[in-house]
Protein backbone atom coordinates (compact mmCIF):
# COMPACT_ATOMS: atom_id res chain seq x y z
CA UNK A 1 0.00 0.00 0.00
CA UNK A 2 2.68 2.32 0.68
CA UNK A 3 4.36 2.05 -2.50
CA UNK A 4 0.80 2.48 -4.13
CA UNK A 5 0.51 5.87 -2.60
CA UNK A 6 3.85 7.08 -3.25
CA UNK A 7 3.25 6.16 -7.11
CA UNK A 8 0.11 8.15 -6.66
CA UNK A 9 1.56 10.83 -5.59
CA UNK A 10 4.10 10.96 -8.73
CA UNK A 11 1.58 10.19 -11.13
CA UNK A 12 -2.22 11.43 -9.91
CA UNK A 13 -2.80 14.57 -12.29
CA UNK A 14 -5.13 16.17 -10.40
CA UNK A 15 -3.02 16.67 -7.25
CA UNK A 16 -4.27 20.37 -5.04
CA UNK A 17 -1.44 22.63 -6.43
CA UNK A 18 -0.76 25.88 -4.48
CA UNK A 19 -2.68 29.10 -6.31
CA UNK A 20 -0.81 31.13 -8.31
CA UNK A 21 -1.11 34.33 -6.04
CA UNK A 22 1.10 31.80 -2.77
CA UNK A 23 3.36 30.98 -5.83
CA UNK A 24 4.19 34.84 -6.62
CA UNK A 25 3.92 35.62 -3.14
CA UNK A 26 6.73 32.99 -2.38
CA UNK A 27 9.08 34.48 -5.77
CA UNK A 28 8.01 38.38 -4.46
CA UNK A 29 8.85 37.27 -0.53
CA UNK A 30 12.14 35.46 -1.33
CA UNK A 31 13.39 38.55 -3.56
CA UNK A 32 15.56 40.54 -1.38
CA UNK A 33 14.98 43.68 -3.66
CA UNK A 34 10.83 43.32 -3.34
CA UNK A 35 9.28 45.68 -1.22
CA UNK A 36 5.63 46.35 0.50
CA UNK A 37 4.56 48.36 -2.79
CA UNK A 38 5.14 45.29 -5.12
CA UNK A 39 3.64 42.49 -2.25
CA UNK A 40 0.56 44.85 -1.44
CA UNK A 41 -0.17 45.38 -5.35
CA UNK A 42 0.04 41.16 -6.12
CA UNK A 43 -2.16 40.75 -2.97
CA UNK A 44 -4.70 43.17 -4.20
CA UNK A 45 -5.23 41.44 -7.57
CA UNK A 46 -6.87 38.66 -5.19
CA UNK A 47 -9.64 41.27 -3.03
CA UNK A 48 -11.36 38.64 -1.15
CA UNK A 49 -7.35 37.62 0.58
CA UNK A 50 -6.42 41.26 0.49
CA UNK A 51 -9.37 41.58 2.72
CA UNK A 52 -8.61 38.64 4.91
CA UNK A 53 -5.48 39.46 5.56
CA UNK A 54 -6.59 42.91 6.58
CA UNK A 55 -9.00 40.75 9.32
CA UNK A 56 -6.55 38.38 10.62
CA UNK A 57 -3.61 41.48 11.00
CA UNK A 58 -6.26 42.93 13.44
CA UNK A 59 -6.99 39.77 15.27
CA UNK A 60 -5.75 39.04 18.62
CA UNK A 61 -2.81 36.34 17.25
CA UNK A 62 -1.32 39.42 14.55
CA UNK A 63 -1.58 42.41 15.82
CA UNK A 64 -5.12 42.89 17.80
CA UNK A 65 -5.22 45.41 20.50
CA UNK A 66 -3.44 47.96 18.56
CA UNK A 67 -4.66 50.54 16.56
CA UNK A 68 -6.81 48.78 13.93
CA UNK A 69 -5.85 48.81 10.46
CA UNK A 70 -8.18 48.75 7.57
CA UNK A 71 -5.62 49.86 4.52
CA UNK A 72 -3.27 46.63 3.21
CA UNK A 73 0.21 48.40 2.95
CA UNK A 74 -0.73 49.10 7.14
CA UNK A 75 -0.93 45.13 7.75
CA UNK A 76 1.78 43.91 5.83
CA UNK A 77 3.94 46.99 7.78
CA UNK A 78 2.59 45.63 11.20
CA UNK A 79 2.54 42.18 10.22
CA UNK A 80 6.12 41.73 7.85
CA UNK A 81 6.20 40.43 4.45
CA UNK A 82 7.27 37.12 6.27
CA UNK A 83 4.33 36.57 8.18
CA UNK A 84 1.92 37.56 5.10
CA UNK A 85 3.09 35.16 3.51
CA UNK A 86 2.25 32.57 6.78
CA UNK A 87 -1.18 34.45 6.42
CA UNK A 88 -1.61 33.82 2.85
CA UNK A 89 -0.94 30.27 3.17
CA UNK A 90 -3.73 29.83 6.13
CA UNK A 91 -5.96 30.94 4.42
CA UNK A 92 -5.24 29.77 1.04
CA UNK A 93 -4.44 26.60 1.96
CA UNK A 94 -8.04 25.26 2.89
CA UNK A 95 -9.38 25.85 -0.80
CA UNK A 96 -7.15 23.34 -1.90
CA UNK A 97 -8.57 20.18 -0.59
CA UNK A 98 -12.28 19.99 -1.22
CA UNK A 99 -13.84 19.16 2.19
CA UNK A 100 -13.62 16.05 3.61
CA UNK A 101 -16.75 13.85 4.40
CA UNK A 102 -14.96 11.77 6.72
CA UNK A 103 -13.79 14.76 9.47
CA UNK A 104 -14.67 18.67 10.27
CA UNK A 105 -12.54 20.41 7.37
CA UNK A 106 -13.03 23.61 9.37
CA UNK A 107 -12.32 22.02 12.85
CA UNK A 108 -9.11 20.49 10.97
CA UNK A 109 -7.39 23.69 9.68
CA UNK A 110 -8.63 25.50 13.11
CA UNK A 111 -6.24 22.81 14.63
CA UNK A 112 -3.68 23.68 12.09
CA UNK A 113 -4.26 27.27 12.77
CA UNK A 114 -3.42 26.52 16.17
CA UNK A 115 -0.42 24.59 16.42
CA UNK A 116 1.29 27.07 13.95
CA UNK A 117 0.89 29.88 16.30
CA UNK A 118 1.99 27.93 19.23
CA UNK A 119 4.96 26.54 17.13
CA UNK A 120 5.92 30.03 16.45
CA UNK A 121 5.16 31.20 20.43
CA UNK A 122 7.18 28.16 21.30
CA UNK A 123 10.38 28.94 18.54
CA UNK A 124 10.46 32.56 19.87
CA UNK A 125 10.10 31.68 23.77
CA UNK A 126 13.54 29.62 23.15
CA UNK A 127 15.16 31.92 20.99
CA UNK A 128 15.49 29.60 17.87
CA UNK A 129 17.75 31.17 15.55
CA UNK A 130 15.94 33.12 12.66
CA UNK A 131 16.14 30.33 10.20
CA UNK A 132 14.15 28.13 12.57
CA UNK A 133 11.64 30.41 13.17
CA UNK A 134 10.92 31.99 9.63
CA UNK A 135 9.92 28.14 8.93
CA UNK A 136 8.27 27.16 12.58
CA UNK A 137 4.34 28.70 12.08
CA UNK A 138 4.42 27.02 8.61
CA UNK A 139 5.74 23.45 9.85
CA UNK A 140 2.90 24.20 11.90
CA UNK A 141 -0.10 25.02 9.62
CA UNK A 142 1.44 22.60 7.27
CA UNK A 143 2.07 18.95 10.35
CA UNK A 144 -0.97 17.31 9.57
CA UNK A 145 -1.37 18.03 5.59
CA UNK A 146 -0.81 13.98 5.33
CA UNK A 147 -4.46 13.24 6.67
CA UNK A 148 -5.90 15.63 3.67
CA UNK A 149 -3.39 14.04 1.47
CA UNK A 150 -4.75 10.52 2.64
CA UNK A 151 -8.03 11.55 2.16
CA UNK A 152 -7.47 12.76 -1.28
CA UNK A 153 -5.70 9.56 -2.63
CA UNK A 154 -7.99 6.23 -1.09
CA UNK A 155 -11.00 8.92 0.25
CA UNK A 156 -13.19 5.57 0.98
CA UNK A 157 -10.33 3.60 2.45
CA UNK A 158 -9.37 6.35 4.36
CA UNK A 159 -13.01 6.98 5.79
CA UNK A 160 -13.14 3.47 6.69
CA UNK A 161 -9.84 3.50 8.63
CA UNK A 162 -11.29 6.95 10.47
CA UNK A 163 -14.85 5.36 11.52
CA UNK A 164 -12.42 2.35 12.60
CA UNK A 165 -9.70 4.09 14.51
CA UNK A 166 -11.77 5.44 17.32
CA UNK A 167 -11.66 2.34 18.91
CA UNK A 168 -8.21 2.13 19.22
CA UNK A 169 -6.17 4.32 21.66
CA UNK A 170 -3.00 3.77 19.54
CA UNK A 171 -1.28 7.11 17.90
CA UNK A 172 -2.88 8.19 14.80
CA UNK A 173 0.63 7.36 13.13
CA UNK A 174 1.12 4.01 14.28
CA UNK A 175 -2.19 2.86 13.39
CA UNK A 176 -1.63 4.32 9.66
CA UNK A 177 1.53 2.48 9.52
CA UNK A 178 -0.22 -0.47 10.42
CA UNK A 179 -2.63 -0.70 7.97
CA UNK A 180 -1.13 1.03 5.07
CA UNK A 181 2.41 1.03 5.48
CA UNK A 182 3.23 4.78 6.22
CA UNK A 183 1.88 7.76 8.38
CA UNK A 184 0.79 10.98 7.36
CA UNK A 185 4.11 12.33 8.89
CA UNK A 186 5.91 10.98 5.87
CA UNK A 187 2.83 10.83 3.02
CA UNK A 188 2.35 14.69 4.11
CA UNK A 189 6.15 15.41 3.86
CA UNK A 190 6.79 13.51 0.38
CA UNK A 191 3.55 15.61 -1.00
CA UNK A 192 5.13 18.71 0.05
CA UNK A 193 8.41 18.12 -0.70
CA UNK A 194 7.16 17.23 -4.44
CA UNK A 195 4.69 19.76 -5.37
CA UNK A 196 4.93 23.00 -2.90
CA UNK A 197 8.12 25.67 -2.67
CA UNK A 198 8.55 25.67 1.02
CA UNK A 199 11.66 25.32 2.84
CA UNK A 200 13.59 21.76 3.46
CA UNK A 201 13.15 22.67 7.50
CA UNK A 202 9.65 22.63 6.82
CA UNK A 203 9.26 19.06 5.00
CA UNK A 204 11.49 17.89 8.05
CA UNK A 205 9.72 19.12 10.49
CA UNK A 206 6.44 17.62 8.99
CA UNK A 207 8.05 14.25 8.33
CA UNK A 208 9.86 14.45 11.95
CA UNK A 209 7.41 15.54 13.98
CA UNK A 210 5.61 12.75 15.54
CA UNK A 211 9.59 10.93 16.41
CA UNK A 212 10.46 10.26 20.30
CA UNK A 213 11.97 13.00 21.77
CA UNK A 214 15.72 12.79 21.73
CA UNK A 215 17.48 11.48 24.68
CA UNK A 216 20.33 13.95 24.79
CA UNK A 217 19.17 17.38 26.48
CA UNK A 218 19.86 19.75 23.79
CA UNK A 219 18.25 22.83 22.30
CA UNK A 220 14.30 21.32 20.77
CA UNK A 221 14.20 22.10 17.06
CA UNK A 222 11.03 22.79 14.71
CA UNK A 223 10.05 19.23 14.38
CA UNK A 224 9.99 18.72 18.33
CA UNK A 225 7.98 21.83 18.64
CA UNK A 226 6.08 20.96 15.96
CA UNK A 227 4.91 17.89 18.14
CA UNK A 228 4.49 19.87 21.42
CA UNK A 229 2.44 22.43 20.02
CA UNK A 230 0.24 19.57 18.38
CA UNK A 231 -0.05 17.91 22.18
CA UNK A 232 -0.50 21.14 23.79
CA UNK A 233 -3.43 21.98 20.92
CA UNK A 234 -5.19 18.40 21.45
CA UNK A 235 -4.89 19.14 25.34
CA UNK A 236 -7.06 22.40 25.59
CA UNK A 237 -9.81 21.49 23.31
CA UNK A 238 -7.64 22.25 19.72
CA UNK A 239 -8.64 19.26 18.08
CA UNK A 240 -8.15 18.33 14.35
CA UNK A 241 -11.62 16.89 14.23
CA UNK A 242 -10.70 13.40 13.95
CA UNK A 243 -12.41 11.45 16.22
CA UNK A 244 -9.36 9.83 17.92
CA UNK A 245 -8.21 9.16 21.59
CA UNK A 246 -5.99 12.23 22.70
CA UNK A 247 -2.91 11.56 25.37
CA UNK A 248 -2.33 13.74 28.10
CA UNK A 249 0.85 16.68 27.98
CA UNK A 250 4.38 15.30 28.31
CA UNK A 251 5.52 16.87 31.43
CA UNK A 252 8.69 17.48 29.92
CA UNK A 253 8.07 20.44 28.30
CA UNK A 254 8.15 22.80 30.93
CA UNK A 255 11.88 22.23 31.89
CA UNK A 256 13.01 21.47 28.34
CA UNK A 257 11.50 25.10 27.15
CA UNK A 258 11.80 26.71 30.93
CA UNK A 259 8.67 27.24 30.39
CA UNK A 260 6.15 27.78 33.63
CA UNK A 261 2.63 26.51 33.71
CA UNK A 262 1.47 30.60 33.61
CA UNK A 263 3.10 31.43 30.47
CA UNK A 264 2.08 28.03 29.02
CA UNK A 265 -1.68 29.40 29.74
CA UNK A 266 -1.33 32.92 28.72
CA UNK A 267 -0.27 31.84 25.23
CA UNK A 268 -2.63 28.99 24.97
CA UNK A 269 -5.26 31.44 26.17
CA UNK A 270 -4.30 34.12 23.64
CA UNK A 271 -4.19 31.42 21.22
CA UNK A 272 -7.49 30.03 21.66
CA UNK A 273 -9.32 33.50 21.75
CA UNK A 274 -7.53 34.18 17.90
CA UNK A 275 -8.41 30.74 16.55
CA UNK A 276 -12.03 31.39 17.28
CA UNK A 277 -12.07 34.60 16.05
CA UNK A 278 -9.88 33.35 12.77
CA UNK A 279 -13.39 30.98 12.62
CA UNK A 280 -15.21 32.92 9.96
CA UNK A 281 -12.45 34.05 7.91
CA UNK A 282 -12.14 30.48 7.54
CA UNK A 283 -15.61 29.76 7.10
CA UNK A 284 -15.99 32.14 4.84
Known amino acids: MKENLLNLLETKGDLPPLSDVLLNLENRVNDPSSDIEE ?73 SLGVAYLSRSLAIHQGSSKEDLDASYLAGLMHDVGVLVFDYLIPEEYAEFIKNMVEDERPLSELEIEKFGISHSELGAEFIGKWWPVSE ?61 DELELIVEKTKEGVEAADMILRS
Open 201 to 261: IVVKSVRRHHNPPPTKKIIPKIPRLVNWANQIANNNDMHNGLPMHYHPLDENIFPRLKLSN
Open 39 to 111: ISGLIQTEPVLSGRLIKLSNSVLFGGGRDEVHDLNEAIMRLGMKMVLDLAYTLELPKAFKKSKSFDHIQFWKH
